[in-house]
């Protein structure tokens, strides 16, 4: 498998001649919106839209005022040498969403600045292309999660260090009634926002606690963190979690 090239468009353009290519193409819609017509089909864009383009597939955008997009051309979408069902079903173009950290158009922007820099591919625009990839088959093969929930769980990723942290405001400040984002947040992740957020202090906690012995730290220190301000209220809930108390565990672990 092989890197063919990535790029983005010069200006900010209002058309894109129909056109093809001989290999896939990942293009991350990065400024406005429009309409794509993609193997005779039309799709709306805006920013965050990603589309992938199956090899020999007719294809332009077009926008009253304006777009600009980054692109990777490939000739696989598998990262190892076994088929996936991915690439061999892919007849038709996939319309996608990036998510709320725009992971995708920051993992290729990040990937053609250092495609521009280095003379050759090198290990890290590997594994960088290889992180493109493994994102477009995570959103191909994961259920699809509401917009609004991954906004949500992307700010609980980002705020769990921070004992003043509310999931309630979290959820208040996404403007949606917030009985049905938890509906939703459940049906999504198998859990409530709040246990969520749980889930991943904890599991932090986990990692800090096991670390080598002459990197270990502190119970009190483990528990701000995870985001805890009482280190008694923090054991306690470890060790509902985990049967264990943090001590216990992280002997356990050395």
């Known amino acids: 498998m092989a890197l063919l090239l990535v790029g983005a468009s010069p200006n900010r353009l209002m058309d894109h001649e129909l056109h093809s290519h001989d290999c896939y193409e990942i293009i991350a819609n990065t400024e406005g919106e429009g309409t794509a017509e993609i193997g005779g089909q039309e799709y709306p864009f805006s920013p965050g839209s990603v589309?992938?383009?199956?090899?020999?597939?007719?294809?332009?955008?077009?926008?009253p005022g304006g777009f600009r997009d980054i692109y990777l051309r490939t000739d696989t979408l598998n990262r190892t040498d076994t088929p996936r069902q991915i690439e061999r079903k892919l007849i038709?173009?996939?319309?996608?969403?990036?998510?709320?950290?725009?992971?995708?158009?920051?993992?290729?922007?990040?990937?053609?600045?250092?495609?521009?820099?280095?003379?050759?591919?090198?290990?890290v625009t590997e594994t960088m292309y290889n992180a493109v990839l493994q994102m477009i088959e995570q959103s191909v093969t994961d259920p699809p999660i509401h917009p609004v929930v991954s906004r949500v769980i992307q700010r609980i990723?980002?705020?769990?260090?921070?004992?003043?942290?509310?999931?309630?405001?979290a959820l208040t400040d996404t403007g949606y009634s917030k009985d049905h984002?938890?509906?939703?947040?459940?049906?999504?992740?198998?859990?409530?926002?709040?246990?969520?957020?749980?889930?991943?202090?904890i599991r932090y906690a986990k990692r800090l606690l096991g670390q080598k012995?002459?990197?270990?730290?502190?119970?009190?220190?483990?528990?701000?963190?995870?985001?805890?301000?009482?280190?008694?209220?923090?054991?306690?809930?470890?060790?509902?979690?985990?049967?264990?108390?943090?001590?216990?565990?992280?002997?356990?672990?050395?």
Do not use: W
């Open 51 to 63: 589309h992938v383009i199956p090899p020999g597939m007719l294809h332009r955008k077009r926008a």
């Open 92 to 123: 038709a173009p996939l319309i996608l969403s990036d998510d709320s950290c725009h992971t995708i158009t920051n993992l290729l922007s990040i990937l053609l600045s250092r495609y521009l820099i280095q003379k050759e591919t090198d290990a």
């Open 157 to 169: 990723a980002a705020s769990y260090s921070d004992p003043d942290f509310q999931v309630t405001k």
């Open 181 to 201: 984002l938890r509906r939703c947040f459940r049906e999504a992740t198998g859990m409530t926002p709040q246990r969520y957020l749980t889930d991943i202090r």
């Open 213 to 254: 012995e002459d990197q270990c730290l502190p119970v009190g220190e483990v528990a701000m963190l995870c985001g805890y301000y009482d280190p008694d209220y923090f054991c306690r809930l470890f060790r509902a979690r985990t049967g264990m108390t943090p001590t216990a565990f992280q002997q356990k672990a050395r």
